[in-house]
């Protein structure tokens, strides 16, 4: 029997879960029947959350206990109330991944549920991190973090193995926007390159219609609405209901009796806007896009004539004019057979069944990138004059996952004992416009001039997103290293606790109130896991299984420069040893880990004859 793995599409309007059944991605719906659920969290006066449909409707009426689009904060350390009470955009993401979670308990029964979540392709590290640390809070096991665009592929891709192909996804959702350029050929799907705004989607073009809406109030009554936050409410949501009629019809109507009150006076607003009146508006954000759209072409070395398919993902996709200049740069309409909104979460749960091994033997396999370049500070000449603070890459943007690449730098001072390694990811040439991962000190480099001692620094970056970095002096061999991920983890473990205790006090509460309603079990202690994990003290499996993921993950770089034939040996050999990682059981860990040396010492020796 497999894992029960299921893709998770956590979007800053709508959230989805799915997983594969019978060699097919499916959607989990909602004991209500919805198959997508908006991101949209409540604090009643209960003291009970709610997630979904009721907490958005309710957005108006009480916009102060109510939370939506929180995937925009994803990765600050801004907090948003709900209610009365703070939380962090984490916090509040987990209450939307453990609505989702009780579904997945519903089809599945109770107990542990392993997850692939989705991220933009353009979110930074940190983003990807309060993700992954979301899922854990509702009781996930995060198995890996994909790139929204890249599951949008897989969904694609799954039905066209045979198919060879540059795909190009434009995905525009409500809070970002991507694009990535995929190919795919005999099975496997390798992601080119890709661009994008994490800043950038529907929930913006709403906001402008606020402004523009907000501007022909003041003009008849002379106050600003945005002021009032009930006001503000109304105001964005009569936006994106224009929005979306405009996207069918040439003009809206807007009627309002009541948007706020002036002098105790009701103060409303009546008028007519033009597709192409909100067009101009939203025109600039979109002609960015393109831009991206642009760069990511240049990135992965092609033209628009290399491009065989459009794939539009994301519900702002809907929009008429996004469209028109796809279509202009391409000459083609685009693609239309995947639903834009579940795309996502669909392709989730193929990278899923990849994971589980329930697809091991479909012969499918994807590579994906790096959205950003990564790199160190160091010193140097710039314009004439020795400066630090100099941003010198080591894995360049857009360079196929997991990766390794060392290079070589010199001390900079005379008689330099230490050398401190500082890690950035970004673009700018500078430093200080990056964004740091992290510090190490490399101690004990043996006297000399400056510049005559080498240090070797070497980058590992894995197929989660999770750095590696060690600087190594080459003359006395001493070593040092830092995995960014572990460090930054550690540093808020104690905040992952206290959010912990939080939820599960809300939940609690929650529970309190409405002893004949509750969403989630509650006998299952999700918060208690991780400590009952701890004290199951089988050391030697631990090891034996750290051993088989480590092969796991060998297997899986191995496929890629397979053929087909070794291609099904190695998916069954992953199978296999999932099975008995599942399955916990010693003997065949053993045996598993067994043939799979055997095997890869036979392809080494082929690779080196
Ligand atoms: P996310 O992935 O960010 O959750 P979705 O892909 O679900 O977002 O898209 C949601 C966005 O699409 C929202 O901003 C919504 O207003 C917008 N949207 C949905 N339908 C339409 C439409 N018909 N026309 C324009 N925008 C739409
Ligand atoms: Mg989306």
Redesign the pocket.
Known sequence: MSRHVVGI?L?????AVAYMKNGKPMLIPSPRGQR?IP?VVMLDMNGQLLVGDVARSAQVAMPDRVIAAV?RQMGSHATVSMGGQEFSPTEVSAMILRELKGYVDREFGDGEKEAVITVPAYFTDEQRRATKQAGELAGFVVERIVN?PTAAALAFGLDRLEEEQHVLVY??????FDVSIVEMMNGILEVKASAGNNML???D??WLLVDWLATKFRKLHGLDPRRDIRAKSLLKEQA?RI??????AETAAVHLPVVTMKDNKPAGLSLDISRQEFTVLIDPLLLSTMDCVRRALQDAGLTTGDIQEVLL????T??PRVRELLVGMFGKEPHSEVD??EA?ALGAAVQAGLKSGVLADSGLIVTDIAPFSLGIAVAGQRHGMKRTGIFHVIIPRNTVIPVTRTDRFYTALPGQRAAKVEIYQGEHEWVKNNYRLGEFLLTGIPVNWSGHEEIDVTYRYDLNGILEVTAKCVKNKKEQSLTVQDALERQSAEALARSSDKLRQLYEQAIQHEEDDIPWDEDEDIFAAEDEEETDERITPEELRRQLRLFDAKLEKLALMSDKEERKTIGQLRRKLKDALDAGDGDRMAQCLEMITDFLIEAQLREDT
Do not use: H, M, P, Q
Not at 171 to 176: K, M, P, R, S, V
């Open positions: 599409d979007g800053t309007t709508n959230s997508i991101s995937k929204e995905d525009l959702g409500g809070g970002t989607g529907g929930e073009f709403d994106e929005k979306c009629e405009l996207s069918y993902v994301g519900g702002s809907r929009i834009a909104d996502v």
